[in-house]
């Protein structure tokens, strides 16, 4: 009899949890429709060529002013709608999932990479412009997504499979919605243009100051690169705190977090209900320590082009070995066993090379920034 009321606590535990599992698959269904779809792919001709199961998604972040309150305007100090037409691509991320489902890579691009722009047509459709030299975020304020990944595409040769757009509104909403971001800072921050003051340290961040922070670039000479680090570090944590324990056990965050993240999005029209289902029942078991956030690898960081002034260039032995292995869906760790010799008893120690320079999410986040 002792026994018994164990038993009860781990059955009714199974059961609140198979209910949750459910409960949230629900809600997952009920708010996916509200996602706004946009056809990406449809123009687009020449692709690579798709190689394995594995996934690539391109998750741009926009700088759209829609949806934001005035007085989210005024903290941000952004300016309205009207005052910063059109969106520019604040972000862009390329995250690789595994065809297994049971790895991840969240990957940097560099928003000032020198690209070769492929011919279009204007935005208004009234005039056919030539391929040119350009950064990769004139691609995105020239011809949208259907542009960026076209260019993209043709500099990476790797398939792009599915595109998401998160807007300023929508990503400060997702913050909110799982109770904010603790991040760490090794050094004080007071960014004169995000407006971000932080003393060094760790801090929990709600929606607006997280934006402060994915966007801050002028306080440490590192620029680009300093910002694009703490923007990885940022979705670490993201993920860290989306799959814990208090957001996946309860039900108030988690139906928060899915509206949040589903409404607040751009898909391409492809990306439907069930993909996003299936998707996340094959990603259950993906652990933070089985994601890696890397910055695609870099030529020369301040390259100077005439009328294009500073640029970003690839490096070009890694980053092509990189977007090879992506094709793939191979290891972009290498573990290294040395072959035994005659003499030797010994087990032979494994050797981790890691030439992209990767973190997993599931790192000190205080260990990166110098």
Same mark, same amino acid.
């Given at each position: 009899m002792k026994a018994t009321r164990p038993i009860r606590i781990i059955t009714s535990l199974s059961v609140?949890?198979?209910?949750?599992?459910?409960?949230?698959?629900?809600?997952?269904?009920? $708010? /996916?429709?509200?996602?706004?779809?946009? +056809?990406?792919?449809?123009?687009?001709?020449?692709? %690579?060529?798709?190689t394995s199961k594995a996934l690539n998604y391109l998750l741009v972040g926009s700088d759209t002013r829609e949806g934001l309150t005035k007085e989210q305007q005024k903290l941000l100090r952004v300016g309205s709608t009207k005052t910063a037409a059109g969106a520019r691509s604040d972000t862009m991320l390329l995250v690789h999932i595994s065809k297994a489902r049971d790895k991840a890579m969240i990957i940097s691009i560099p928003r000032d990479s020198l690209v070769t722009v492929p011919a279009h047509?204007? =935005?208004?459709?009234?005039?056919?412009? @030539?391929? /040119?030299?350009?950064?990769?975020?004139?691609?995105?304020?020239? !011809?949208g997504a259907p542009l960026l990944i076209q260019t993209l595409e043709a500099k990476s040769n790797l398939h792009i499979d599915h595109y998401i757009e998160v807007s300023f509104a929508g990503f400060a909403g997702i913050v909110d919605a799982i109770g904010g971001i603790e991040v760490c800072t090794k050094r004080n921050i007071d960014d004169p243009k995000s407006h971000l003051v932080l003393a060094a340290g760790?801090?929990?961040?709600?929606?607006?100051?997280? *934006?402060?922070?994915?966007?801050?670039? +002028?306080?440490? !000479?590192?620029?680009?690169?300093g910002r694009m680090q703490r923007q990885q570090q940022f979705m670490s944590a993201v =993920?860290?705190?989306?799959? /814990?324990?208090?957001? *996946?056990?309860?039900?108030?965050?988690?139906?928060?977090?899915?509206?949040?993240?589903?409404?607040?999005?751009?898909? +391409?029209?492809? *990306?439907?209900?069930?993909?996003?289902?299936? =998707?996340?029942?094959?990603?259950?078991?993906?652990? %933070?320590?089985? $994601?890696?956030?890397?910055?695609? %690898?870099? @030529?020369?960081?301040?390259?100077?082009? %005439? @009328?294009? @002034?500073? $640029?970003v260039t690839w490096d070009s032995v890694l980053a092509p070995e990189l977007f090879q292995r992506l094709r793939d869906d191979l290891p972009i760790v290498d573990e290294v066993t040395p =072959?035994?010799?005659? /003499?030797?008893?010994?087990?032979q120690k494994i050797t981790i090379v890691d030439k992209f320079k990767t973190r997993t999410a599931d790192e000190d986040p205080c260990g990166a920034l110098k």
């Amino acid at each position: 009899m002792k026994a018994t009321r164990p038993i009860r606590i781990i059955t009714s535990l199974s059961v609140g949890i198979i209910l949750l599992s459910a409960f949230s698959w629900l809600a997952l269904g009920h $708010v /996916s429709g509200s996602i706004d779809r946009i +056809d990406v792919f449809g123009g687009l001709k020449s692709r %690579p060529e798709k190689t394995s199961k594995a996934l690539n998604y391109l998750l741009v972040g926009s700088d759209t002013r829609e949806g934001l309150t005035k007085e989210q305007q005024k903290l941000l100090r952004v300016g309205s709608t009207k005052t910063a037409a059109g969106a520019r691509s604040d972000t862009m991320l390329l995250v690789h999932i595994s065809k297994a489902r049971d790895k991840a890579m969240i990957i940097s691009i560099p928003r000032d990479s020198l690209v070769t722009v492929p011919a279009h047509t204007s =935005l208004d459709g009234k005039s056919e412009i @030539g391929a /040119s030299q350009a950064k990769i975020n004139a691609a995105f304020a020239w !011809g949208g997504a259907p542009l960026l990944i076209q260019t993209l595409e043709a500099k990476s040769n790797l398939h792009i499979d599915h595109y998401i757009e998160v807007s300023f509104a929508g990503f400060a909403g997702i913050v909110d919605a799982i109770g904010g971001i603790e991040v760490c800072t090794k050094r004080n921050i007071d960014d004169p243009k995000s407006h971000l003051v932080l003393a060094a340290g760790v801090h929990t961040l709600n929606g607006i100051e997280s *934006l402060k922070y994915v966007r801050t670039r +002028d306080f440490d !000479g590192m620029g680009d690169l300093g910002r694009m680090q703490r923007q990885q570090q940022f979705m670490s944590a993201v =993920l860290r705190k989306a799959t /814990s324990t208090g957001v *996946l056990l309860n039900p108030i965050k988690l139906v928060n977090f899915f509206n949040a993240t589903i409404a607040s999005l751009k898909t +391409d029209s492809t *990306l439907n209900q069930g993909d996003l289902l299936t =998707l996340a029942k094959q990603m259950k078991n993906l652990s %933070p320590g089985k $994601v890696r956030t890397l910055t695609i %690898p870099l @030529g020369n960081a301040n390259a100077r082009v %005439p @009328g294009l @002034g500073s $640029v970003v260039t690839w490096d070009s032995v890694l980053a092509p070995e990189l977007f090879q292995r992506l094709r793939d869906d191979l290891p972009i760790v290498d573990e290294v066993t040395p =072959l035994p010799s005659a /003499s030797s008893t010994t087990k032979q120690k494994i050797t981790i090379v890691d030439k992209f320079k990767t973190r997993t999410a599931d790192e000190d986040p205080c260990g990166a920034l110098k």
